[in-house]
Structures are given as C-alpha cells and as structure tokens.
C-alpha cells in the first residue's frame, strides 16, 4: 500500500520543436485511478502513451513495481520484456475500440486471444471464461460467436473492456473511454466501469475531457494544458474549488442540462 | 472528551480567474473543534462560509491557510496538507459528509446508494443492504421506491436517501450541510432522532442548521460566523 505501482518523474516528450508533455512527475498507488483532463492539444494523449509504453519520451523516467514486487524502469527494459509487461500486467482501453478489437474474428474470441497470449491453451476453460467477461460487461453470451462488426459501438467498447480485462491487469490505461457515444450509451458504460474499478480494486489512469467521467471514475485529477500539469489534486475538491485560471474555465464551461 | 477535529487559522478568498480575478474573501482565522458525543452547529446569515468551511473540514475545498486535524486511525492527520490518498481514506472510515444535493449515479438503485459506505468497508452485502432498509424505512422512503435509482425522486426524497447514505456507516465524524432543508415535519423528527442517537454513540457532529428548532435541539455549542467585508 505505501508503495507505488507506478512513479513517474519528470517525463516529457517533444515532437522536435513542438512540445507534446513536459516535466510531468507523479506516483500511482495500488487501487488509485487518476484522471487527465485538458482540451485538444494539450498533451494529455502523449502523456498517456509515454505512460503505457507505446511512446519513448525524450525526459524522465516511468517506473513499474511488478507482480514480482520489483521495481523497473519501463524504458531501460528491452523492447521484448516491455511488451511482456504491457500484455500480462496492462490493459489499454482505446477510444475507438475498433483499433483495439480484431474486426474479423469472434466476440469470443477477442476475449479468448489475450488469454491464449499469456499460455493458456485449454479451449474449454477460455471459452467460459470468454463467456464469463461477456457476461460481466452486459453482452448477451448468445453473441459470443458473432462478429464484432454486428456490435454496435457502445456494445463495441464493452467488448474492448472485456478484452482488457480478462487477463486481470493490474494498471488499466483508458483514452476517452466514453468518447463518440451516445448520452445514454456514455451512462451505462460509466456505470459498468465504475463498477469493474469497485469490485476489481483496478489502477487506472483515465484521459478524457469529459468532467462527468472523472468524477465518477477518478481519485486525483490532473489538469493538462499546453504540455504541462497546471493544477492537480483530490478530484472532487480540483473541480468544486479550481484554483488555476485554467482549471476555472474548464468547470465553468460545463453546459448544464 | 475526546476531540476527533480542531481546524485552526483557516483562511480561503475565492479568487474568479473568469470574472476578471475578483477576489470573495470567505474568512480569515477561522477556527473550530468538535469532541466525540458533540453536535457543534456553525450559525451565520447567508454568505457567512458555513457551507465552505465545512467543505473545508471535508477536504472538499482548500483553504489558503490554516490547519485541520481528523484523528484518523490513531494519529492526526492534517487535511490541509494530506495527499489525496490520505483523504480518501479518512472519508472512508472516519468522516461522513452530507451535502445539500445527492449526486446519483445513473443505474444504481437508492439502496445500493446508501449500502455502498459499509461495502466500501468491507461488509457484506447483505448487512450493508440490512442496515440501509433499515435507514431508508426510519426516513418514511416508501419501499417500492427502494429499487428504483433516485435521479429520478422528489428533492425530499433525495435529500432523505443523502441523509440515509451519511448515517450508514456510523463514521466517528460527520459533518452536515442542511441536512433538514427541503423536509417535512415527520421527516425533519426522523433526522433530528438520528443525529441524537449519533451523539449518544460518540460521533463528533459539525452541522449548519437553518431551522431554530433543529439547531436548538441537536447543538451542545453554537458557533456564531459572520460575513466578511473586502478589503
């Protein structure tokens, strides 16, 4: 509990002149789920993936404490032993599950395939577990043999998360995991995912620049703008008593229905 | 007695960057402790920070000096300057809150809603879902509306459903924010019985009372709070 799943410290990454994050240090502890908020542009999708190992930043370190209890730095490791990590320890929820999920194969077996990567290999137990995850994210078990181009994209996303999640990761990354739904498709999978992130005792860390999500979801926040983190704080108190300019117009910015 | 809370130097001016930097000073030196088995009610006209110096207590908003000490699991923990995680903590098993609005989440039905501060202790369902039913029948919450999420109930009803949420679990600190506003006579009877019954089993209470009765009923202590004129 006092120590870190993840401390990053001073990360930042440039796009040659143009800055993407710069300077940005903070530590994720077992069962936390931080939110970054920020408009387009400013950085919070770099962010996110220098996190999650897909993008090397040009500054700082990110630091991953293992199932093993060991603490590693994850770009020092080699390429092979960092995708280890991302497939047995992470899950990545990607706003457009289409670039996630495998379009040609079966519901079943988007879920099935992770659990094949890490070893398994008895049919019978992945397809109930497939079956089980279904289940789990409100998918009806009779459509685990059809293809995910006759889900629709709420059911689409579900898929995605049921995906991610089959494998039990310990530190879920998610961009806009709510983003191009439908209002009430948007409450359902809030409501699902605040669940999962309940019951699972999840990490996670969520981008997104919907304040709706980040205060169901999230713990801390932190609010991202030109590359840099300008307020962060306990989530509630960040978006009842913004102190930065920024973080103001954010909040007051909120259409009320 | 026990003292669980002592805020001590309190300040906080909101500053609205978006409304060209004005500055609303709330208070400045504010101070304020509570003992176990006492109800102390922060009086005051509109505008006088009672709402904010609770929000305050609660972690909820920051003051820009001054600190707050919970006891929490055996040692002081200062708000003010606690990480997030020791905060979250603190609100789980030590300090209760209940706001003037319930913010509902879609889908979950009134008595998940008031369950949902024992499971996250760690009971089982079944005690939680016990122990609420019988929270939300004290409260005159019809039962059919049980089941139902309550987005969709009178603000009386949803005032009732925050009220059952914060006493659910019987945390040692509980601060309250109108809890009365929008309630009937029966209903305000109801909440007036449950914080009694908290004082007796030794929470520390801090409390805006709009209603004379209410206040005069449930305070041991008074504290008077008085707006601030800019400077």
Request: proline share 5%; hydrophobic share 45%.
């Amino acid at each position: 509990m006092n120590t870190p799943l993840l401390r990053v410290a001073g990360l930042g990454r440039s796009y040659g002149a143009r800055l993407g994050c710069r300077d940005v240090s903070f530590e994720l502890y077992p069962g936390e789920v931080i939110g970054v908020v920020g408009e387009s542009g400013s950085g919070k999708t770099t962010l996110l993936d220098c996190l999650s190992g897909r993008l090397e930043p040009s500054a700082g370190t990110v630091e991953y404490l293992t199932r093993q209890s060991e603490m590693v730095d994850v770009y020092a490791m080699s390429e092979a032993r960092r995708r280890l990590l991302m497939r047995t320890e992470w899950g990545a929820v990607r706003q457009n599950a289409r670039d996630a999920l495998r379009m040609g194969v079966s519901a079943g077996a988007n879920v099935g395939e992770p659990l094949m990567a890490v070893g398994r290999r008895h049919y019978g137990g992945i397809r109930a577990e497939a079956e089980a995850w279904l289940d789990q994210v409100e998918i009806s078990t009779d459509r685990i043999d059809d293809l995910p181009s006759t889900f629709s994209g709420g059911m689409l996303q579900r898929l995605q998360i049921a995906r991610n999640l089959v494998t039990h990761p310990r530190l879920v990354f998610m961009d806009e995991p709510t983003g191009g739904l439908d209002v009430s498709v948007q409450a359902r999978l809030l409501d699902l995912l605040h669940r999962l992130v309940v019951d699972l005792g999840l990490s996670a860390i969520v981008v997104t620049h919907d304040l709706a999500v980040v205060r169901l979801l999230t713990h801390r926040l932190m609010v991202m703008r030109h590359g840099t983190v300008v307020e962060e704080g306990l989530t509630d108190q960040v978006l009842d008593d913004p102190h930065h300019p920024y973080t103001q117009l954010l909040v007051s910015s909120v259409l009320q229905p | 007695m026990t003292r669980l809370i002592a805020a001590a130097g309190l300040a906080k001016t909101y500053v609205l960057h978006v409304q060209g930097g004005t500055e609303i000073p709330v208070f400045a030196d504010a101070e304020l402790t509570a003992a176990a088995g006492e109800c102390v009610a922060l009086h005051g006209p509109s505008g006088s920070g009672k709402s904010t110096l609770l929000r305050c207590l609660y972690g909820n908003c920051k003051p820009d000096a001054g600190r707050i000490e919970v006891s929490h699991d055996g040692s002081e923990i200062d708000i003010v300057s606690a990480p997030p995680r020791a905060i979250l903590a603190i609100r789980k098993q030590t300090m209760g809150y209940v706001s003037q609005f319930l913010r509902s989440i879609p889908r979950v039905s009134a008595l998940d809603v008031v369950a949902e501060p024992l499971r996250v202790l760690g009971q089982p369902i079944e005690t939680a879902r016990a122990r609420a039913s019988a929270l939300l029948a004290r409260l005159n919450i019809p039962e059919r509306l049980w089941q139902l999420a309550p987005a969709t109930f009178s603000g009386g009803e949803q005032q009732r459903v925050n009220i059952a949420r914060g006493f659910a679990a019987g945390l040692p600190i509980l601060l309250l924010d109108e809890p009365t506003a929008s309630l009937d006579a029966v209903n305000r009877r109801a909440v007036i019985d449950l914080i009694l019954e908290a004082k007796a089993s030794g929470t520390a209470v801090v409390g805006v009372f709009h209603d004379d009765v209410v206040r005069e009923t449930v305070a041991t202590r008074v504290v008077a709070m008085k707006p601030m004129v800019a400077a």
